[in-house]
C-alpha cells in the first residue's frame, strides 16, 4: 500500500501584504500530479489544512478542489485531520457530501466517521472514536487509522476525560490509542496514526515551532507527546505543525511531520519542502520516501550595504519575496524606499541598519529596544499610555491574545 503524507498547507495564508494564493494553487496541483503519477493508495492530510478559523472564499475554494482532485472521483481516500488553525466543526461540516468523493474528515479526537460505501469499491469497514478502518478500491488489505486531530486541554477534558497534568495527557493518549490498537490493529492490515500534536523522542530537545505560527506548547494547549507514547502496533505516524520536514524518530515505527508545502515565514528560509510517500505492507516497518515541492517561491534575506548593494541584488534575485536589511549611513527616505520597491515587487520588508544612529536623533528621544519580548514591549507602552503597569488579568488576557488559545 502506498500513503501521501501532506499537511500544513494553510490556506489563505499571506506573509504580510502579500497573498499566497496563486503558489498555492500551484503547489497543490503539484501534490496532486504526485499522487496520480505515483498511484497512491490514499492521501492523509495531517491537520492544519486553512491558515484561520474563518477562511477567506477563495481559500475553501481550492481546498475542496484539490481535495476532489485527490480523491480521484472516490477511487483513492483523503482523510484530513483538524489542525490548532482550523474550526474542528467547520472541517466537520461537509463531510455528508464529502464521503460521496471519497474524502473524509475528523475534527475532534472522538469524531466517529459514520459507515459508508461507494461504487468505486471504498468502504469504511469499521468506525469508532479516534478510529477508522478502510477497505481501499486498489488493494485487498484493510487500511487503519487512529485519528488524533489537534484538542487542546479544554477538548481533551470533553473528549478523552483529560484531568489537569502534562502526565495524564501523555497517559490519556496513549492508553487511548494502546486500547484501539489492541482491539482493531492486528499483523493483517496496514494500521497507521495520524495527529496534530508536537511530539518528540523522549529527552530529545524540543524544535522550534514555526514563527508566527499558533504555539501548541502554552498554558491552555498540548503539551509534547512521546514517540514512546505510540501503540507497537502503529507502523507509520503522519504528524502536522511543524512547518519543515523531519523524521522525529524511527522506534516504534517512523514518526515524520510531512511540513508545510511552501515557505510561510522567513524563519523558513532555504528550507526544501516535501511530500512524504510512505510504502507499506502488513506486520512491515514502513518505507519513507520524500518528493521535493518545487512551486512556490523561494523566501530570502539579503543585507545589503548601501543603496546600490541593494538594487544590484534585488535585480539579479527578481522570482522570490525579500526581507531587506539595508545598513546605510543615513535613515532612508522616501525616494530611497520608492527605488527599492521599484527594482522588486516582492519586498516584504525594508530594515534600515543605520551606522551611528544615535548621532542622527534627538539624544532625549527614548530608542525602542526591538529585540525584547512582545510582553516587555507591551508593559512599556501600556505604561507609557495610562501612567501605570498592566495588571495580572490584562497580561494573561494579552499572552492569551498573542497565543489565539481558542479555549
Not at 149 to 169: D, I, M
Not at 180 to 202: E, R, T, W
Not at 231 to 256: E, F, N, W
Amino acid at each position: 500500500m502506498r500513503l501521501l503524507h501532506t499537511s500544513d498547507w494553510h490556506l489563505g495564508k499571506r506573509l504580510d501584504d502579500f497573498s499566497r494564493m496563486e503558489e498555492q494553487q500551484a503547489v497543490l496541483q503539484e501534490i496532486c500530479e504526485i499522487a496520480e503519477s505515483e498511484q497512491v493508495d490514499a492521501v492523509l492530510v495531517a491537520g492544519d489544512l486553512f491558515d484561520t478559523f474563518n477562511p477567506p472564499t477563495e481559500a475553501v475554494d481550492l481546498f475542496y478542489k484539490a481535495l476532489k482532485r485527490l480523491s480521484n472521483n472516490g477511487r483513492r481516500p483523503v482523510i484530513a485531520i483538524a489542525g490548532n488553525h482550523d474550526s474542528p466543526d467547520r472541517i466537520e461540516s461537509p463531510d455528508p457530501l464529502a464521503r460521496e468523493c471519497g474524502i473524509i474528515f475528523a475534527g475532534y479526537p472522538n469524531s466517529v466517521v459514520a459507515p459508508f460505501e461507494l461504487e468505486s469499491g471504498l468502504k469504511v469497514l469499521q468506525s469508532s472514536e479516534g478510529f477508522l478502518e478502510l477497505r481501499l478500491p486498489e488493494s485487498e488489505i484493510p487500511l487503519r487509522l487512529l485519528l488524533t486531530p489537534y484538542a487542546n486541554e479544554y477538548r481533551l477534558k470533553t473528549c478523552l476525560g483529560l484531568e489537569n497534568s502534562e502526565q495524564e495527557l501523555r497517559t490519556v493518549l496513549e492508553q487511548t490509542w494502546q486500547e484501539l490498537a489492541d482491539q482493531y490493529c492486528d499483523k493483517q492490515g496496514v494500521n497507521v496514526l495520524v495527529s496534530h500534536l508536537f511530539m518528540i523522542k523522549k529527552g530529545a530537545e524540543l524544535p522550534e515551532e514555526p514563527a508566527d505560527e499558533k504555539p501548541i506548547l502554552h498554558v491552555g494547549g498540548a503539551q509534547a507527546i512521546f514517540t514512546e507514547n505510540i501503540p507497537k502496533q502503529i507502523q507509520y505516524t503522519a504528524l502536522g505543525h511543524l512547518h519543515r520536514m523531519h523524521g522525529v524518530y524511527s522506534d516504534p515505527c517512523p514518526v515524520y511531520y510531512s511540513g508545510s508545502p511552501l515557505s510561510y515565514s522567513f524563519s523558513e528560509v532555504d528550507q526544501k519542502k516535501y511530500a512524504l510517500l510512505v510504502d507499506v505492507k502488513p506486520g512491515k516497518t514502513a518505507a519513507v520516501r520524500e518528493v521535493e515541492l518545487t512551486q512556490g517561491k523561494k523566501l530570502l534575506r539579503n543585507r545589503a550595504q548601501g543603496l546600490e548593494d541593494a538594487l544590484q541584488w534585488l535585480v539579479e534575485n527578481q522570482d522570490c519575496l525579500v526581507e531587506m536589511t539595508l545598513v546605510t549611513d543615513t535613515f532612508l527616505t522616501a525616494l530611497d524606499r520608492k527605488q527599492l520597491n521599484a527594482a522588486h515587487s516582492g519586498i516584504v520588508a525594508i530594515i534600515p541598519e543605520v551606522i551611528h544612529a544615535d548621532d542622527l536623533v534627538d539624544t532625549n528621544q527614548k530608542k525602542i529596544d526591538l529585540t525584547r519580548s512582545m510582553e516587555e514591549l507591551f508593559r512599556d507602552y501600556f505604561k507609557h499610555e495610562k501612567g501605570q503597569e498592566p495588571n495580572e488579568e490584562l497580561m494573561n488576557l494579552f499572552t492569551e491574545i498573542l497565543a489565539e488559545d481558542e479555549q
